[in-house]
């Protein structure tokens, strides 16, 4: 077997991690579609509270989201893996058996705080040769947009015959799946990868959030979330007063997401081909403002309602695709686990404001006013991304050093940066690694002949 396809074990972990990411995503996604028509019972129940039921999660993952991954560091991967899981249980049986808005909410802050998507990737990358790393993180990415499609599907009808608890007694089951999934299925790692590869340094953080270009990807997934959490408070009730009874939503959402996909790939195509990933994003910005805009004009039309959620969707997903791809092209050399650490957390902490943001405005001018918002930040991001930069498309490797002391660590970077190809490089001496980004020039041999290592 040569270096261009995934291994017997890299194609395991791949898989096995991906539907524990996926599983444990759906358990979060589920509850979006339904809560605001089936939790009408529940004690408290408001659309504020609807808002920050949807999430609550979203608080307690920004937080911890980074800790998590530096206690797998310490710990192991799969201990602070199943930890989390068992939380995640916890919460969806909190939540199970809550019977006012409050309990709700209360299980969902403990559902989010098993906070394990750092550790989930840091394991990926411990269990994945570097060159096959990329292929192995985008199968766990489709991973996780499946199980968005799927819970739009099955959260609806799953809610239909067994109502709200029943739909939070089956997250509980998709957890404990998932633990034994990890538990069976996932190799142990005999190393770890990288630091700079998997997890983030809190001493880089800082330095993450003052970068321009990285700061417009993150402010982004923070208001794509927030938008995304928001329109689910509004939307379910908007269809319902438009005409499509509960019981049906999901023939709408789950075609609608799927016919999305394939609009959505064009995008990508001619991204890559005109080299021009800045047009494509500011198109798919534009085709979600558009169906925010006709979300807010026609209320009422179930026609023009479902027009526009298929919009949504082919912009929603172009734009959650390509974020994490950016973040790791744009990053420092050496930084994509603090990089991806400080994503993450916007990313949740998106979800949370969407459902406070969308619970308020919805309690204050109805639906409307919820899209209106919602158009409102879609611009402000459309307007931050006017300064972007298209990315080169370079190559990263992470390589085995041979390396004793600084002053050789020193040297062996500065070699490396005259190697033809070389963009950028630098060899850490703690980790015993060098990481490049390169371009189509780049000959992976020179490289290892400077390193010393014979991999």
């Known amino acids: 077997m040569g270096n261009n396809g995934l291994s017997g074990t890299e194609k395991k972990v791949a898989f096995s991690l991906a539907s524990v990411f996926g599983l444990r995503m759906m358990g979060l996604f589920m509850i979006m579609p339904v809560f605001a028509l089936y939790g009408q019972h529940l004690e408290g129940f408001s659309p504020l509270w609807v808002g920050i039921a949807i999430g609550a999660y979203g608080l307690t993952q920004a937080v911890l989201q980074i800790p998590m991954g530096i206690l797998s560091d310490k710990y192991g991967r799969k201990p602070i893996i199943l930890i989390g899981l068992v939380l995640f249980a916890i919460g969806s049986l909190i939540a199970a058996n809550a019977d006012s808005i409050y309990g709700v909410v209360f299980g969902r802050a403990v559902q989010g705080m098993g906070a394990i998507a750092a550790a989930v990737l840091a394991l990926a990358a411990d269990l994945t040769r570097d060159e096959q790393r990329t292929k192995v993180m985008a199968i766990i990415g489709m991973c996780i947009g499946g199980s968005f499609a799927l819970s739009l599907l099955v959260g609806p009808i799953v809610a239909q015959h067994v109502g709200l608890s029943g739909l939070f007694f089956l997250t509980a089951i998709l957890a404990v799946t998932g633990m034994l999934i990890v538990q069976f299925l996932v190799p142990n790692p005999i190393s770890h990868a990288p630091k700079g590869d998997t997890l983030a340094t809190p001493a880089r953080l800082k330095r993450m959030l003052t970068d321009p270009q990285l700061f417009r990807l993150d402010a982004g997934i923070f208001i794509l979330h927030l938008v995304l959490t928001a329109v689910f408070v509004a939307l379910p009730l908007d269809l319902v007063d438009a005409g499509l009874v509960k019981e049906k939503h999901w023939m709408l959402y789950f075609p609608a997401f799927v016919g999305a996909f394939f609009l959505m790939v064009p ?69 994509k686990g603090s990089a991806m650490g400080v994503y993450s957390t916007s990313q949740f902490l998106g979800a949370f404001c969407g459902g406070m943001l969308g619970g308020g405005a919805f309690q204050l001018v109805g639906a409307v006013g919820v899209f209106i918002v919602a158009v409102i930040l879609m611009s402000i991001w459309l307007f931050l991304t006017l300064g972007m930069q298209n990315p080169v498309l370079l190559k990263s490797y992470t390589l085995e050093a041979e390396v004793k002391d600084k002053a050789q660590a020193r040297d062996m970077a500065a070699q490396l940066s005259q190697l033809m190809g070389v963009v950028e490089a630098i060899v850490v001496l703690d980790e015993k690694v060098a990481y490049l980004k390169v371009d189509e020039h780049f000959d992976l041999r020179e490289a290892r002949a400077v390193l010393g290592s014979a991999q």
């Open 267 to 335: 995008l990508i195509i001619i991204g890559v081909k005109r080299k021009n990933t800045k047009a494509m994003f500011q198109i798919a910005l534009v085709i979600m403002i558009v169906a925010l805009l006709a979300m807010a004009a026609f209320s009422n039309n179930l026609w023009v309602l479902s027009f526009a959620v298929v919009l949504f969707f082919t912009g929603f997903n172009y734009l959650e695709a390509s974020l994490p791809s950016l973040i790791a092209k744009f990053c420092p050399v050496g930084e």
